[in-house]
């Protein structure tokens, strides 16, 4: 394990990363399109077809218990996430799910590795006889699912037992770092990430998720649906997530960062997530007021270094021109 922590440009062209923070949620059971439909944001309902989708589970008020990925495998649903929004979500799903033909757990037999890098592609093509793609995003090879991951960065997701991840992991000829680079590219494609202290703090649209497909606003009701559409058609979304990078800057999550307003300070948002690579370049996830650009001064509370906004591979209606 490389214990080095690079800063994105440092990157190597094909690099691997064992995910001990990352588990999943399942569902089983007769009625899990059913059950899971009425409470996440995104359409259960095109899994099968999609293959591959983004959501959040919220509260009745319309705040992020976690944000996730949702594949089927061997007949579950798996809501993959940072192993620290799993119990508070699970606790919620399992509330509602009592009254469902479902059985909702989270998962302990599987683990995940991931692949990624300008080279990623040809270390996939050289482990398995096909690699996931935009077009095919979720591959069962044997008892093993690979797993696109799409964004700026070739990025993939491997998920098995432990034990048959370690023997892939010792054939590969590249770098294996820890978790912390992970945050890195989720920091960098935009994906947000919910520590326990920033659990059922924002509505979807604060964190971006309207912009990676995140929510369907076609679909019908699930819990805390008339807030996240209020905000969408009314225009009540005054936040959102951005990617921040600075150098000889110190943060954590729940740290604030704030905004120069003439002479002044100001509170601008909170930090979601932090990376901070070996070279002391610092990146920071943060929910930030929509109206910051890159005119706008930015640093952590207290702090002398500014802080600059990164871009981010998809759209949204704060985008800086």
Known sequence: MNNNLPSYNELPEVFAINLNSIGAITLTGEEQIKYL??????????????????????????????????????????????????????????????????????????????????????????????????QTPVIHQDNTTLVYI???????????????????????????????????????????????????????????????????????CYLGQETVARMQYLGKNKRALFALSGEATQANVGDIIEKKLGENWRKAGDVLAAYQASNNQTYIQGVLANDVDENTELRIKQQSSNLAILPLPYKTNTDIA
């Not at 008020?61 to 699970?90: C, D, H, M, N, T």
């Not at 070739?154 to 770092?177: E, G, H």
């Not at 703090?201 to 604060?206: C, D, G, I």
Request: glycine share 6%; aromatic share 8%; proline share 3%.
């Open 150 to 220: 799409a964004g700026n960065m070739n990025r993939y997701l491997i998920i098995d037992n432990a034990a048959k991840l370690s023997t892939f992991t010792a054939t590969l000829d590249c770098t294996v770092y820890n978790d912390a680079v992970w945050s890195l590219l989720e920091i960098s494609e935009g994906f947000p990430q919910l520590a326990q202290q920033t659990i059922a703090e924002y509505v979807p649209q604060m964190l971006n998720l309207q912009a990676i497909n995140g929510i369907s606003f076609t679909k019908g």
């Open 37 to 134: 439909q009425g409470q996440v944001t995104c359409d259960v309902a095109n899994l099968e077809q999609e293959k591959l989708l983004t959501g959040a589970h919220c509260n009745a008020k319309g705040k992020v218990f976690s944000a996730f990925r949702l594949l089927e495998r061997e007949g579950k649903f798996f809501l993959i996430q940072p192993k620290s929004s799993i119990q508070q979500s699970l606790a919620e799903l399992k509330k509602f799910g009592v009254f469902a033909k479902v059985e909702i757990a989270e998962d302990t037999e599987q683990a995940y590795l991931a692949i990624a890098g300008q080279q990623a592609p040809a270390k996939m093509a050289a482990l398995f006889q096909q690699v996931p793609d935009a």
